[in-house]
């Protein structure tokens, strides 16, 4: 996921199990050229464009990365293009125990991928990692299937109504 910042092109997020993640990409890295031309002044679906490709082709990304002493480093990256599939959910734990669950869309496997960030915060508990509460974070959920968002909220309510029509 990228975004424009400062007139860059900036990395928001790597989604796990991607050609991004595979290559090295890595949340926070401003890209610069895309297979040796620039992106200065590109907006962001142009530089979408000239990453995209066939698959299992390379595209090779030059980066800049700030590093852990806060010094910058150019990177050049190669990546094979693959078919992506962005998730409509994605969890994880905070450091002080507070789980975060992002629904973008209510899909036909949200209520399954919920569940499994469920579970995923229950085993991090049993294997002595503090577990303080959820957030459920909806904020820009694009809304979607009725029956997955109800299926979704059903996980989190005991009993009553979640859906009713008049």
Do not use: C, Y
């Not at 990395?11 to 991607?18: G, L, S």
């Not at 890595?26 to 907006?43: A, Y």
Request: aromatic share 6%; charged share 25%.
């Amino acid at each position: 996921k990228l975004r424009a910042e400062d007139g860059a092109i900036r990395a928001e997020e790597v989604f796990a199990d991607t050609p991004a993640e595979r290559g090295g990409l890595m949340i926070g890295d401003t890209i610069h050229r895309v297979d040796g031309v620039s992106t200065l002044g590109m907006s962001i679906q142009q530089t979408v464009d000239r990453i995209r490709g066939p698959k299992g082709t390379e595209v090779v990304l030059w980066v800049r990365r700030i590093n852990q002493t806060g010094e910058t480093e150019e990177l050049e990256l190669s990546f094979v293009r693959d078919r992506v599939n962005i998730p409509n959910v994605t969890w994880r734990l905070e450091s002080d125990g507070v789980g975060v669950i992002q629904i973008d869309n209510f899909s036909e496997h949200t209520s399954r991928f919920t569940l499994e960030a469920l579970e995923s915060f229950r085993t991090a508990q049993t294997e002595g990692a503090p577990f303080q509460g959820i957030i459920l974070d909806l904020r820009g959920n694009a809304g979607g299937s009725l029956i997955q968002s109800a299926e979704t909220a059903d996980l989190f309510v005991e009993a009553g109504e979640i859906v009713g029509t008049a």
